[in-house]
């Protein structure tokens, strides 16, 4: 049987998410933003919270751990970074660890660079993607602790997946993506595309994730650093891939 995941506000603009396995009625939250949205929508569905899968220390995305784990017993999973705080950790996971929510797999993939601790969360079987604050639809994560080659790496581990997985990231923040990227490439006809749906979906408050994976690989200037069209709308012919991407991010830091 297929997971069965639920999108939520948090916060001020956080995503929540629930992703539950209907055959042994496991149910994980991932991250934990707030716990009052999380515990509605378990009521609303159902579900019993089973496990928390944390990506990075961010208090947006672990304030509510406390109070579930408190509640719930649920079991919480980590990033292998100790030097993270974060409380309650039941289990610590790395780059390759796979991660079980009752029947369901999650792989671990390391994509430090927003943070040194961030992991994202692959579940190969439901072609979903939880990458948190390291991929945004139509951006990426402001690099706070890492260093632009190593948020870089991190796009490149993500961009690999395949076109049919689903983005679920950390924030609704597509709008002001689009409107950056449009500076960038304003002639790329997905991006343009998107633009529209984006406006579209706002328009009637409807989230604008998730978003396919193939999708962003053509319409996301972060996922394009290493492309000619991207490198020339920066004036950065010829530079690599790693540079015409810092200058994105700069850019975006300022815009």
Not at 26 to 44: C, F, M, N, W, Y
Not at 59 to 75: I, S, T
Not at 173 to 191: G, H, M, S
Not at 225 to 244: I, T
């Amino acid at each position: 049987m297929a997971a069965e995941i639920r999108l939520f506000p948090c916060l001020t603009d956080n995503f929540g998410y629930l992703i539950h396995d209907p055959a042994t009625k496991a149910t994980a939250s991932i991250d934990a933003p707030e716990a009052g949205p999380v515990q509605k929508a378990l009521e609303r569905e159902g579900w019993t919270l089973t496990d928390i899968l944390i990506t990075h220390h961010h208090h947006d995305h672990v304030g509510g751990v406390a109070e579930l784990k408190q509640k719930y017993g649920a079991r919480v999973v980590a990033p292998h970074d100790k030097s993270a705080r974060i409380a309650n950790v039941d289990q610590r996971v790395g780059q390759g660890d796979v991660v079980k929510v009752g029947g369901l797999l999650a792989r671990v993939l390391e994509t430090p660079g927003h943070t040194l601790d961030h992991v994202s969360y692959v579940f190969d079987n439901d072609k979903a993607l939880f990458a948190a604050d390291t991929l945004f639809s139509i951006g990426c994560g402001r690099v706070f602790e890492g260093n632009y080659p190593m948020m870089w790496d991190s796009l490149l581990k993500l961009r690999a997946l395949p076109d049919d997985f689903k983005l679920y990231c950390g924030h609704e923040y597509t709008a002001a993506n689009v409107k950056f990227a449009l500076t960038i490439e304003p002639d790329n006809p997905a991006l343009k595309a998107r633009a529209e749906e984006v406006k579209r979906l706002r328009s009637e408050n409807k989230p604008t994730i998730p978003t396919l994976l193939g999708d962003e690989k053509k319409a996301n200037v972060f996922l394009r650093a290493d492309e000619p069209s991207v490198a020339a709308g920066v004036r950065m012919k010829g530079a690599s891939a790693v540079e015409v991407f810092a200058e994105i991010r700069e850019r975006k830091n300022k815009s």
